[in-house]
């Protein structure tokens, strides 16, 4: 009998199961593998049946977008140019801050994130006003 080696593991290949590969091999006219024919198996505790579970779906995160709901500000692209005027593309995102303001129709706090621009807005024009402009109702808020 000779001995075969594979990932690491070495077993027995029956002189039987080489003559036959090598009798089919040539009057095939093809080599083929000396492991032709051999079962191989992990261990005796291998199991039959294999169950099929449901992909599971992937989740996205919940991740607050960088978006202002008063003014529809947004990150923008542009480029970060070198001394040798070599542009790569950088991202300038909206200066957004939580805040607590006082919304005199409810008569209570409500807590915003919202630009810096649209906290000028609102010191400007008053909080109905601007989110009323903007659609965002502040009942739910």
């Known amino acids: 009998m000779a001995t075969a080696t594979l990932l690491g593991s070495s077993f027995a290949i029956p002189a039987a199961a080489r003559r036959a590969s090598s009798s089919a091999s040539t009057s095939l006219g093809f080599a083929t593998s000396q492991l032709a024919g051999l079962s191989l198996s992990a261990g005796a505790a291998t199991p039959t049946a294999v169950a099929f579970l449901p992909k599971r779906q992937q ?8 978006v202002c709901p ?6 923008n692209r542009a480029n970060k140019v070198s001394f040798s005027n070599h542009k790569t593309k950088k991202q300038q995102f909206v200066n957004l801050q939580y805040k607590k ?4 129709a409810g008569k209570r706090f409500v807590k915003l994130r919202l630009s810096t ?9 008053g909080l109905d006003a601007v989110a009323r402009k903007a659609g965002i109702d502040l009942n739910k808020k």
Do not use: N, S
């Open 59 to 66: 989740l996205q995160p919940i991740v607050a977008r960088r």
């Open 70 to 75: 008063f003014t529809g500000k947004k990150t």
């Open 101 to 104: 303001l006082w919304w005199e």
């Open 117 to 125: 621009k649209a906290l000028k807005t609102i010191e400007k024009h």
